[in-house]
Structures are given as structure tokens and as C-alpha cells.
């Protein structure tokens, strides 16, 4: 795995901000945000609803355009592009929703929407589209036979399955995957898991894949970013951020998680967060999170904390950052012992 | 609400018994729907017992049959297309021979419910106060005045910082966690026996979630409420219940304490869903995940129901089998003993 550094990141965002609706009711559902994802990583993206997750993997695949700050993929500039150009270039870059029944026709065969994107971007012979179809779903392992059913023919992890197989017949460099596996069951979750994980291999694929569920984005991803009210928290190694989080959210986050547990186990002491995220309307000022936050004292609603990198990697925006490292930090031997048994 | 306030006479069974008895039991109930194909067995010989102030975690997957328990036991499947057979005891009465008129003096005041979606439950047309006092009025012989009252109480209780101003609200002007709390007012106000919670916080954030069960959890702790939580999500189970039953395709197919069950799962189906679970310290790639999917309805192989998935099965295991009773334990499986044999016992910390 390449790490961001000598490469030019497969994608990058900088300082950028998405806002909705005009001058008295604007919402920045991302306000500032920056990162790059490197060629091969997969770079998770963790938040509750209404924090602005959705919004920026639109904006960072060019769906959506941004009202500050800069996108680049590769070193493209999506939003300079003419549109011939965007249209060639949006096969790179694909997006990966939640419902697959909304992404299908449900009047065309699975094999049909597999193939239209190529027919759309006019990409080979009709019997090359076909042939290439029917390869990607194969790779996703729906058979033929599969490929001649209707949507409402296919369970939701089939469908999800030829969602997959219509994103990568353009051959992709990077999937933006929102929430794709929040629908599905669990048996069937685990086995879309592995077929991300599996294809991410095979076709050298750099994902941005967002999620509410720290399980799942913690397992698949390389880095994480934990975001709050269109902010990024805390930035860092998967591993790491789950495990010895440098940001109070992220340590509510991990904490409100609920964990298989011996029995007697179960009672250990949670952070239950009061209050639910604020009015998108009426941010408060400050620290985005001061509202909820167990640590937050009156610095944290008068000045808001600049992200900064704590140590190498990991990028914190909290005023009380260095505190929450200090507990990580083997003083007199055997701390870190104490900071990881608390899984 | 305040535990002073005086109750009014009360319609149906009443409360207060001893704690080792048992409130709930529901014994080989069977379930079949009609549609336009006709009719189908959904809930094949179900039997479980809740006792005052357990709490018992339903969990499976989508379609396995755990919400049509919770209706089945609520009787709010519709007559015409619904067929239930068995017995489902409830304090003393067997529910399944009770008239509507009975039946709808039991639900909401000794046993209610709390619903996955609190947007399709509530009224988009009534404040949620009016539903609240709605709920009361049914059951108590209150006035108007009196019934309000004890519907902000209620909105008090489940932490709703101004449950006066609340009370006037439509549920649209709420946010999900918020509706989920009137959700749980409504649902205590008559201060049931027993409280079927089927998903409640699977719509929410994991942060309301956690306030939400750790509200709902308290609350029936303190009056001594019985909860039956039906949930696909096993870590909720392993915090907040006593004793948990997994269903698959209409059959329990293991019961038992939540501390034995998860620690050492005897079915190859509750094993396959513990390491289903996505987790940081697992290599990417490896999730064992279930093979294949729940089979139809209406062609459930004939004997045991997991046998098409079920990485251990052999011939045998496709005969008819019988839930068997260990100790405190249950189990649904021709090969168990020697499986458990064989597997190292699973331990909290190997997940």
C-alpha cells in the first residue's frame, strides 16, 4: 500500500466547502475539508446522518460542485473540465450508492444496465459490451442466468452485486462506495465485504468508502476520517483512530458502539453523548461538537480548534488533542497495555 | 410520569405479580399468511417464556419471522389473511382466545409496542400529546386535563427537555431520536407488563442509539417491565439482554442465556452470524461470511432449515429436527454435540 507522499494522490480535496440554498438558509454540509487518498487506498469516511459524508463523496467524484476549495484527481481538475471531457473522464471515477433499487430500470434486465454505461460511452462492439458485462458480473459472481432476471427478481445482495458490476465495466480507478452494504443483512454484508476488498485487489481500485458503521469502515479501510457537522474531526490509520482515538467524538463514537462482550463485561463505563446534532440552520460557533462534547469547556464555543498533525499521520482538530495523546503515551511502561484493553 | 398519579380503574388483567413466574409464554405458535399465491407457513411451532423484568433478545436476519412473533403476540396481523395457531399465555389469559374488544384493552396498557419506523406509528395529523393522551384515555377513565398531565410526565420521563412545548408538536417538527422517545412515552405510559421493542433504534444514529436503549433500559428496569427485544444487531443483544432466542426461517433455532449463547454459540447459524460481524482486527478479505441465502418461504427444505448454508451439514442433516431442551438451553441442530464438541469454545475476546 502506497501512502500519501512521493505519488500524486488519487484523489485530493482541499479546503473544500458545499453549501445548499441561498444567502439567509444556507447550509455548508461540508465546510473546509481536506485529504487525499493514495493510488491502492482505501480511505474510510465515518459519521452519523446530516454530517455531510454523502455530500462530500458527490462532490468528490464531481457530481456535485463545490462552492470553495479544490478536487483533483489524479492531477485533473474535474470542474475545469469541458463536458466531452467530464463525460471521459467520470469513467474513472465512479460512485457506488446505497439503494441499489433505485440505481436500476426496473423495465431492463440486470445484463441490460450492465451493459448501458458502456453503450453510453460508446465503448466497443455490441457483442464486446455484452461480453464484457457478462465478465464483470461473472467477477461478481452473478451468472448468466442471473444477468437475464429483472431487479425485483434479484435479493438485495444480488442487486447490490450488479450494482457493483455496472460501476467497473468502465474500468474505474476510483470508487466512491456510499453506504454499500447498510442495507443488506449481516451474513450478507460480510460476503460484500470481501468481494470489495477482493476486486480492490484485482483492479489496483482506490475507494472512498463512507459509512455510519464504524465496523465496517474500520475493518475494510486503511485511513479513516471521522467527520462531524461537515468538519473532519480526526484523520489517521484505521487502526489507530478506532483504538486510541485523539478526538472526544470519535472516543463517543467508538464508545456508543455496541460490542459483543463477555456478560459481565457489558457494564463498562460508556460515554453516552446528550443532545443530538445541531440545527444545520444555526451552527454553533466555536467547536462544531462543543455542544455534545464531555471535555468541552468555554474555549471550545468561542474558538474553533484548527486541525492540526499530532503526530505523523494523524490529524486532529481539538483544543484538547494533545491531552487525549498524553493517555496514549507510555510513561512509565505498561500505559499502552492499559489503553488498548479497554476492547 | 409520576408513579402518584392515581390510576383510574382499570380494564383488563391486572398487574403485579410474583417475580419468578412467568409473564409471557408463547407455546408452539404457528403462523400462516395468505397472499396471492396462497397460504404460507411463516412461524413454524415458536415457543419462548418471559418473566416480569427480563429482558429476552430476539435476533436473525430479514425474514426469519422475529417482527411477525411480535405482531403475532400484539394480534395485529390482519384476520383474513392471518391464521394463528398455539397458545400465547399472558398473565394468566391465553391471548389467541381473546375477542378484539378484549384484546385491545390488553395492548397499550399491559403490553405495547415500540416500532422500528416511529414516522409510519405515529400520526403525521395530531400533536403528539393528543396521542399520548389518546393512549391514556383508552385505558383510564381520566379527564382530559388529567390524561394531558400524565402525558408530559411521560415526555419528562424519557428525558424530553420541555415535554410541555413537545406535547404540542407535530411528530414531523421531531427528529428521529426525539420520535423514538415520544415512541417510548407512549409506549410507558399505561405502565405495561411487558414492552415489545422491535428494532427501535436500528433507524437511528449510533449515538441516539445508545441513549435510547440506555433510557429504555432504565426506565423498565425501574418499574420492573418486561422487555422482548427483537433486533438483527448481536452486540445489541449482548449488552442489554438476559436471554436471547435466534430465529431462522420461522424456527427458534437456539435459546439460552445471552452469556452462555454468544460465548458458546452450539448452532453453525448463530456461530456464522458472530463471525459475520465486521471487526478492525480481522484481515481484510476473511470474513466468513453465510453462503447462500434464506430460502423461500415456500420451499423450505424438509429438514432442518439451515441444512443448504450450513458449512457442517451431512445427509442426516436433512431430516426433520426437533428444538431440544439442555438445562437452560435450547437448540436446534441433529450434529450439535458433536460440533461442540470438536470447536474450541469461542471467547469474548477471540471477536
Known amino acids: 500500500m502506497t501512502m500519501a507522499g512521493v505519488d500524486v494522490p488519487a484523489l485530493s480535496v482541499q479546503d473544500m466547502t458545499v453549501s445548499f440554498g441561498r444567502t439567509r438558509t444556507i447550509v455548508r454540509a461540508v465546510d473546509g475539508v481536506s485529504f487525499s487518498v493514495a493510488p491502492g487506498e482505501i480511505f474510510g469516511i465515518i459519521g452519523e446522518s446530516g454530517s455531510g459524508k454523502s455530500t462530500l463523496g458527490r462532490a468528490a467524484v464531481g457530481m456535485i460542485t463545490p462552492s470553495a476549495g479544490a478536487v483533483r484527481h489524479g492531477d485533473v481538475d474535474p470542474f475545469a473540465l469541458s463536458r466531452a471531457q467530464m463525460n471521459a473522464h467520470r469513467r474513472k471515477y465512479q460512485i457506488i450508492a446505497q439503494d441499489p433499487n433505485a440505481a436500476f430500470n426496473p423495465r431492463m434486465t440486470i445484463l441490460e444496465s450492465v451493459i448501458e454505461p458502456m453503450a453510453i460511452a460508446r465503448t466497443g462492439t455490441r457483442a464486446e459490451r455484452r461480453a464484457r458485462a457478462l465478465e464483470m458480473l461473472d467477477t461478481v459472481a452473478l451468472s448468466p442466468e442471473m444477468a437475464m432476471r429483472y431487479p425485483h427478481e434479484l435479493s438485495g445482495g444480488q442487486k447490490q452485486r450488479a450494482n457493483i458490476a455496472r460501476a467497473l465495466v468502465l474500468d474505474p480507478e476510483v470508487l466512491v462506495c456510499d453506504e454499500v452494504v447498510a442495507a443488506l443483512d449481516v451474513s450478507i454484508q460480510a460476503d460484500m465485504l470481501n468481494l470489495f476488498w477482493r476486486l480492490k485487489r484485482d483492479f489496483n481500485l482506490t475507494y472512498l468508502f463512507i459509512s455510519h458503521d464504524l465496523n465496517v469502515v474500520s475493518h475494510i479501510s486503511d485511513r479513516v476520517a471521522v467527520m462531524y457537522f461537515g468538519k473532519i474531526m480526526e484523520i489517521g490509520p484505521a487502526d489507530d483512530v478506532m483504538n486510541r482515538p485523539l478526538h472526544p467524538y470519535s472516543e463517543a463514537l467508538r464508545s456508543a458502539e455496541p460490542e459483543i462482550a463477555a456478560y459481565e463485561q457489558r457494564a463498562r463505563e460508556r460515554i453516552i453523548l446528550q443532545g443530538e446534532i445541531p440545527s444545520a440552520l444555526n451552527p454553533p460557533a466555536g467547536c462544531r461538537f462543543h455542544t455534545r462534547c464531555p471535555r468541552a469547556v468555554d474555549l471550545c464555543a468561542s474558538n474553533e480548534p484548527d486541525q492540526r498533525e499530532l503526530i505523523p499521520g494523524r490529524f486532529v482538530a481539538c483544543h484538547f488533542a494533545e491531552e487525549m495523546l498524553a493517555r496514549f503515551l507510555p510513561v512509565g511502561g505498561g500505559q499502552e497495555a492499559e489503553c488498548v484493553s479497554q476492547e | ?351
Not at chain 2, 408452539?28 to 412461524?43: A, F, I, M, Q, S
Not at chain 2, 424519557?158 to 407512549?186: D, E, F, N, T
Not at chain 2, 449510533?206 to 427485544?229: E, Y
Open chain 2, 1 to 351: 410520569m409520576s408513579a402518584t398519579a392515581a390510576k383510574g380503574p382499570v380494564a383488563g388483567p391486572e398487574t403485579g405479580m410474583a417475580t419468578d413466574k412467568v409473564l409471557l409464554s408463547v407455546e408452539d405458535l404457528k403462523l400462516d399468511l395468505r397472499d396471492e399465491n396462497g397460504w404460507v407457513r411463516v412461524l413454524d411451532g415458536v415457543s419462548f417464556d418471559i418473566r416480569p423484568k427480563e429482558t429476552l433478545g430476539v435476533v436473525g436476519e430479514s425474514g426469519c419471522g422475529k417482527s411477525m412473533t411480535a405482531l403475532s403476540i400484539m394480534q395485529l396481523l390482519p384476520p383474513r389473511s392471518a391464521r394463528t395457531e398455539g397458545r400465547i399465555n399472558f398473565a394468566g389469559r391465553d391471548l389467541l382466545s381473546l375477542s378484539r374488544r378484549q384484546m385491545s384493552r390488553i395492548r397499550g396498557r399491559n403490553i405495547s409496542m415500540i416500532f422500528q419506523e416511529p414516522m409510519s406509528a405515529l400520526d403525521p395529523v395530531f400533536t403528539v400529546g393528543a396521542q399520548i393522551r389518546e393512549t391514556v384515555q383508552c385505558h383510564f377513565d381520566v379527564s382530559k386535563r388529567e390524561a394531558d398531565e400524565r402525558a408530559i410526565d411521560a415526555l419528562d420521563s424519557v428525558g424530553i427537555a420541555a415535554p410541555r412545548q413537545v406535547a404540542q408538536l407535530y411528530p414531523m417538527s421531531l427528529s428521529g431520536g426525539m420520535r423514538q422517545r415520544v415512541m417510548i412515552a407512549m409506549a410507558l405510559v399505561c405502565e405495561p407488563d411487558l414492552i415489545i421493542a422491535d428494532e427501535p433504534t436500528t433507524a437511528l444514529d449510533v449515538t441516539i442509539q445508545s441513549q435510547i436503549m440506555d433510557l429504555l433500559l432504565n426506565l423498565s428496569q425501574k418499574r420492573g417491565t418486561a422487555i422482548l427485544f427483537i433486533t438483527h444487531n448481536l452486540a445489541l443483544v449482548s449488552q442489554n439482554c438476559d436471554r436471547m432466542i435466534t430465529m431462522y426461517g420461522g424456527q427458534i433455532i437456539e435459546g439460552g442465556p445471552v452469556s452462555e449463547v454468544l460465548a458458546r454459540p452450539l448452532h453453525p447459524y448463530t456461530t456464522g452470524l458472530l463471525h459475520s460481524i465486521p471487526d478492525a482486527g480481522r484481515a481484510r478479505g476473511t470474513l466468513n461470511a453465510i453462503p447462500g441465502r434464506v430460502p423461500s418461504l415456500r420451499a423450505m427444505p424438509p429438514g432442518c432449515r439451515f441444512e443448504p448454508r450450513c458449512p457442517h451439514a451431512t445427509a442426516h442433516c436433512t431430516q426433520a429436527v426437533a428444538l431440544e431442551r439442555i438445562a437452560e438451553r435450547q437448540i436446534r441442530c441433529h450434529r450439535w454435540q458433536e460440533l461442540a464438541g470438536s470447536a474450541a469454545p469461542m471467547t469474548a475476546g477471540a471477536l
